[in-house]
């Protein structure tokens, strides 16, 4: 009876450790076309692919230039009921002066805790026979908390 006692204490104990903060772990992640993901427990924090602008050379086609992709993470701050977008692009390049270009990369605060957000990759590549549609898309992330 007393190892049944100590498991669940060490049970207990390992759980209660938990972290309350990114559910959508540190690291990389897949997000899907208007899938909300809880990024922040505590805050009751969304973050949701809200929209895509691919701009890249089709996968059939030769192109001078790789082109580019635009996606928009919608954060979604439901205890206050505030809605941010957070714009991101995957082979923009770095523009000096007049233009301003669209980073990969971000920082966030949310809660009191910062997070680093990185676009890694948008999948499907287009293709001139079969585009993909809007749905289709899912982009690859890298969340850490700094």
Same mark, same amino acid.
Request: hydrophobic share 35%.
């Given at each position: ?5 100590? /498991?669940? /204490?060490?049970?207990?104990?390992? &759980? $209660?450790?938990? &972290?309350?903060?990114? *559910? ?7 997000? /899907? ?5 809880? *990024? %922040?427990?505590?805050?009751? &924090? /969304? ?25 928009? *993470?919608?954060?979604?701050? +439901? ?14 390049? &770095?523009?000096?002066? $007049? ?6 990369? $971000? ?6 805790? +910062? ?5 890694? %990759? ?17 982009? $690859? ?6």
């Amino acid at each position: 009876m007393s190892k049944s006692v100590l /498991f669940f /204490f060490l049970i207990s104990l390992i &759980t $209660s450790c938990k &972290t309350d903060r990114i *559910l959508l772990k540190e690291g990389n992640e897949i997000l /899907f076309y208007q899938q909300p993901n809880l *990024l %922040d427990k505590k805050s009751q &924090t /969304f973050l949701t692919l809200s929209k895509v602008e691919d701009g890249r050379c089709p996968e059939d086609v030769n192109c001078i230039w790789g082109g580019l992709v635009n996606v928009n *993470l919608e954060i979604d701050l +439901r205890n206050s009921k505030k809605k941010e977008d957070l714009k991101l692009c995957f082979g923009c390049l &770095t523009l000096k002066d $007049s233009i301003k270009a669209i980073p990969s990369e $971000s920082e966030i605060n949310l809660g009191g805790a +910062r997070y680093h957000i990185k676009l890694l %990759d948008v999948k499907p590549n287009p293709n001139v026979g079969n585009p993909p549609k809007i749905e289709d898309y899912r982009v $690859s992330i890298q969340i850490d908390q700094l």
